[in-house]
């Protein structure tokens, strides 16, 4: 089930009537499948089996109760006590994608965009799903922006 074209325009007037008034927020564009008080059973189950931790994101840092853990009681049935050596995570030299994520700069801004970090061979976070910034960006947006730049 997607969103109607009706849904989606709907969506994008929110965002102007918020842009407008100058209160960013969240609401909720989608009445007719998410409603107001969310899924109580979705909820119920990731409130018995999972607690909040901090959680690491790629570009952005540590995030306090951004992230699940299973639960004590679980812990028998929980990967990440398995002792497998991984490397420390690094951000790759000259990726802005953090700052790209936080808004602070555009995908071009980034002197790796569209030379080593490509959908094909991706650096950051941004560039390797086809929903990313940098991603989205390389497909729809490079050619209209290097015209014009």
């Known amino acids: 089930m997607g969103f109607t074209p009706v849904e989606i325009l709907d969506g994008i007037r929110q965002l102007l009537m918020h842009l407008a008034a100058g209160r960013p927020r969240v609401t909720n564009g989608y009445p007719r499948v998410v409603r107001p008080e969310g899924n109580p059973v979705a909820?119920?189950?990731l409130s018995r089996y999972f607690e909040p931790v901090d959680s690491v994101w790629r570009g952005l840092g540590s995030i306090p109760d951004s992230g699940y853990a299973l639960r004590a009681a679980y812990a028998h049935r929980d990967a990440s006590t398995i002792d497998v050596p991984l490397p420390p995570p690094r951000e790759p030299r000259g990726c802005r994608c953090g700052e790209i994520l936080k808004g602070a700069i555009e995908p071009p801004d980034c002197p790796v965009f569209a030379t080593a970090c490509?959908?094909?061979?991706p650096l950051g976070a941004c560039m390797v799903s086809s929903e990313g910034t940098?991603?989205?960006w390389y497909k729809h947006e490079r050619w209209a922006v290097g015209a014009s730049r």
């Open 43 to 45: 909820q119920e189950l």
């Open 118 to 121: 490509t959908p094909d061979t």
């Open 134 to 136: 940098c991603a989205a």
